[in-house]
Structures are given as structure tokens and as C-alpha cells.
């Protein structure tokens, strides 16, 4: 393992949470902003199509997956990250200036490109450095205090939006992309030099082999690809939701910061879980404890004609997609703790699949939205229930695959 000047765990936390936020402030800080978007890139009001701006983010974010991660495991991981947050803030400035809706989706996919880079280098840098539980439990601690951003960054978007244009909230970006480009300096590269891998085509070939039949990785991977498909709808449907169907637009920054706050709880919680239990069993818990809350809600929607008390659906939402959200590091440590040094391409393979046919997922869900939350609801059992379903699958194949090399924790 490579020598880093951020060596200590708090270090590491600090540091790769500070990553997360950048790439989480390409989506929290659009949210409040979506009223004030349409008309200024030629959408009508409330036209949910404003949605496409989250989806091709994400999309743009599983496109660079598969470049990153076999150039992080060329030339390491902090180049990759600078070269990412290059792109990163080339899409900030094109969505700042955008005035149609086209090169609007346009600048999002760019800053979803660069965001991609940040996303990947998180997973490629934890697994340097750690793996298997000991993996899990400090994903989930970067996440807790990763939500510290979630928290802030709409309350931010929200303060611009009362005495600016919402360009200025996207000119944030630009900013965000320097600090974590300056702090890669300080922080010092996590790849070791022996562990780099040739940059071409037979040993690029050969690690994508080794991860799309490792079962063990696809079941894990695919687990979290639906989990994510539901959890998705939550981040990228509950504006519209409030303003729509609740007419509780105003209400929207400080209850979704608000909901944050119980996130970062959840993942300060799981954290000794996983270390009792162990990452595969708390996975299955939470899990199983989301999708029960989901036909609970379920059912209410169904008696409601589609529109249950706002108290209720809020409530329900947020702690079920806490218990979604928790099963993300559970399932990408142990889908890449048969990958050792291929952590990179692993990641950016996984990455590939997972955030595009996600955000897919929900974007389907997304685009059904109108005057009831139904949608939603069957989306959110549904895609759970497949999850769970492959989570158990994955617990079967408990001893990573022959040929495969695990680092050390």
C-alpha cells in the first residue's frame, strides 16, 4: 500500500467525504433550483422534464466509470481525480451559462463526466487502503459525514436562490472543483507503484474478465444496481413531488436537509453493525427493513387514492431510503473485496452498469410522476424486492473466486 500524507483514518474520512459532496453538489444544489430553471431554458412550469437534468448526470457519471478506472490503476488515483475535477468544472460553467434546455443536458452530462471521476476514485481509494468489513465500516463513516454536505448544500442553493440567479448556485461548482484539485496534492497518491497495471488493450481485457465472472462481484454489484434504481427516485423525484403534488415547493431545502440529518444517522449507526454482524447480514436487515416500509406505504397510497398525508409519505420515504442507502456500503466493499489491485477497473466497470442502468430505473419511475405518488411507491417495493433477492444469492458464494487477489485490510 502506497504512503499517504492523509494517513490517518480521520484523514482518509475528511478527505474522500469532501470528494462525495463534490460530486453530490451536481444534484442537491439543482434541486431547489428546478422552478427557477424552466422558464430560463424554455420549459414550461412545472414540466417534470426539468428531471432529465439528475438523469443525465447520472449518466454521464457511468460513462466515465469505464475510462477512470483503467487509467487510475495506470497512473494512479490522484491524477485521475485532478483530470476529473478539470472536466467537473467545464460542465459547472456550461450549465451556469446554458439558456436552453438542450445545452443544458448538454453541460450536465459534461459535469456528470467529471463528477464520475470523484465517485470512482472514492471506491478506488477506500480499497487501497482497506478491505472486506474494516472496508464497509469506514464507507460508512465517509458517508455520515459526507451528509454534511446534503444537509448544507440545499439550505446554500436556497440562500443564492433569494438574492441571485440559480446560475450563481452552479457557479458554486467551479469552486468545489479547485478545492478538491488542490487537496489531491496534499493528500499523496494511494496506488503503489507496483501495483499499477499497463495501460493496454490484453491486460485491460483481462481485469474486465476477471470482474464480470467473479460471481461473487456481479451478484453484489447487481444488488446495489436496483437498490440504487429506487433510491434514485428519491434524489431525483421529491422536488417535483412537493411542489406538484404537495404545492410544498417552499417547504422543499429545509425538510430535504432535514432528511439528510437522518441519513448521516443511519450510517453512524450501521457502522458498529456491521463491525458485530458483520457487512453481508447487515445488508440483508436493512434491506428487508426498507422494503417492509415500503409496503406499508405502499398500502397507504393505494387507500388514497395515490396521495397520502404529506407527513406520512415524508416520513416513510426518508427512513426507507436510509435503510437503502445504508446497503451501499455493504454491497460495493464486499462486491469489490475479490478485486485487489484491480480496485480501479473494477470500480469503474461496476460503475459502468450500475449508475446507467439505475438511473435508468429511475428515471422510468421519475417520468410516470404526475398528480400521485403511486408510481413511486409500486417502484420502490419493486426494485427492492429484486435487490433483496440478489442480496441473499450473493451471500451464498461467501469465498471470493479463484484467481482473484485481495489486499489486506
Not at 136 to 165: D, H, K, N, Q
Not at 174 to 187: E, H, K, N, S, Y
Not at 340 to 354: D, P, R
Amino acid at each position: 500500500m502506497a504512503e499517504t500524507r492523509g494517513s490517518t483514518d480521520w484523514g482518509v474520512v475528511a478527505f474522500l467525504a469532501s470528494v462525495g459532496i463534490s460530486v453530490a453538489y451536481g444534484i442537491d444544489a439543482s434541486l431547489p433550483a428546478f422552478d427557477e430553471m424552466r422558464p430560463d431554458v424554455g420549459l414550461p412550469p412545472g414540466s417534470n422534464r426539468i428531471t432529465l437534468a439528475i438523469t443525465v448526470y447520472f449518466l454521464g457519471m457511468a460513462g466515465g466509470q469505464i475510462v477512470y478506472g483503467p487509467i487510475s490503476d495506470r497512473f494512479g488515483r490522484m491524477a485521475t481525480l485532478r483530470t476529473g475535477m478539470v472536466i467537473y468544472a467545464a460542465g459547472a460553467a456550461g450549465s451556469m451559462l446554458a439558456t436552453d434546455f438542450g445545452f443544458l443536458l448538454a453541460s450536465r452530462t459534461v459535469w456528470g463526466l467529471g463528477a464520475s471521476a470523484a465517485s470512482l476514485m472514492n471506491l478506488a481509494i477506500l480499497r487501497d487502503l482497506y478491505a472486506g468489513d474494516r472496508m464497509a465500516r469506514m464507507m460508512s463513516t465517509v458517508s455520515a459525514v459526507f451528509l454534511v454536505g446534503p444537509v448544507v448544500t440545499p439550505l446554500v442553493a436556497e440562500g443564492i436562490l433569494r438574492t441571485a440567479s440559480w446560475r450563481w448556485v452552479y457557479a458554486v461548482g467551479l469552486l468545489l472543483a479547485v478545492v478538491i484539485a488542490a487537496w489531491t496534492t496534499r493528500f499523496g497518491e494511494t496506488l503503489a507503484p507496483e501495483d499499477r497495471r499497463p495501460l493496454q488493450a490484453g491486460p485491460t481485457l483481462d481485469a474486465f474478465r476477471r470482474v464480470v465472472t467473479c460471481r461473487r462481484t456481479v451478484l453484489y454489484a447487481t444488488t446495489l444496481l436496483f437498490v440504487d434504481g429506487a433510491f434514485l427516485v428519491f434524489l431525483g423525484s421529491t422536488q417535483q413531488v412537493f411542489d406538484v403534488v404537495y404545492g410544498r415547493a417552499d417547504q422543499f431545502a429545509v425538510l430535504f436537509a432535514a432528511s439528510a440529518v437522518v441519513f448521516a444517522a443511519g450510517f453512524m449507526l450501521v457502522n458498529p453493525a456491521i463491525g458485530r454482524w458483520g457487512a453481508h447480514r447487515v445488508g440483508l436487515s436493512v434491506l428487508a427493513s426498507a422494503i417492509l416500509l415500503g409496503v406499508v406505504l405502499l398500502g397507504l397510497t393505494l387507500a388514497s387514492d395515490g396521495v397520502p398525508g404529506f407527513w406520512t409519505w415524508f416520513t416513510i420515504q426518508v427512513v426507507g431510503n436510509t435503510f437503502l442507502a445504508l446497503v451501499t456500503p455493504v454491497a460495493m466493499s464486499l462486491a469489490l473485496e475479490p478485486m485487489g489491485e484491480l480496485a480501479g477497473t473494477a470500480s469503474g466497470i461496476l460503475g459502468l452498469g450500475g449508475i446507467s442502468a439505475a438511473s435508468l430505473l429511475a428515471a422510468l419511475v421519475g417520468m410516470q410522476l404526475g398528480e400521485t405518488t403511486t408510481p413511486w411507491a409500486v417502484g420502490f417495493v419493486v426494485y427492492a424486492s429484486i435487490g433483496l433477492g440478489l442480496l441473499v444469492a450473493a451471500g451464498r458464494t461467501s469465498e471470493p473466486d479463484p484467481g482473484s487477489q485481495p489486499a489486506p485490510a
